[in-house]
């Protein structure tokens, strides 16, 4: 028996909006900011929720580092990768690891640099 289940998955970030829009652009949903301006949330259709906190001095984890861990990564689930690609780097995602020609998988950074990978898989 689970002791708990998923509620929301939280990002820290240096602007909750700016990111919170930034993931409503990929998956869908409206963000809303909190009136101190230090958390967002983002109720995203058909999934979990993502909120986003503000964290000054926020360090965004390396990807790929021996050094570090990548800390967490979201994995989104798309049908067209090439297309998907396109409109996140758009958004602004930073392609991280494009990977070899027919892999079903790309990695990329979010405004803030938090890894993440569009799957067509």
């Known amino acids: 028996m689970a002791i708990a289940k998923l509620g929301t998955v939280v990002l820290d970030c240096p602007d909750p909006l700016a990111l919170a829009e930034f993931y409503a652009a990929l998956l869908g949903g409206t963000a809303a900011l909190e009136e101190d301006g230090t958390w967002a949330d983002l109720a995203v259709p058909g999934g979990p929720a993502l909120a986003f906190q503000k964290a000054s001095g926020h360090v965004p984890p390396r990807w790929p580092s021996a050094e570090g861990s990548q800390q ?29 020609e027919g892999r079903t ?12 990978c569009l799957c067509a898989c």
């Open 72 to 100: 967490f990564h979201l994995d989104l689930t798309v049908e067209n990768l090439d297309a998907a690609e396109r409109e996140a780097v758009a958004l602004g995602a930073k392609p991280l690891d494009p990977g070899p």
């Open 105 to 116: 998988w790309r990695v990329f950074a979010d405004p803030a640099g938090h890894p993440f």
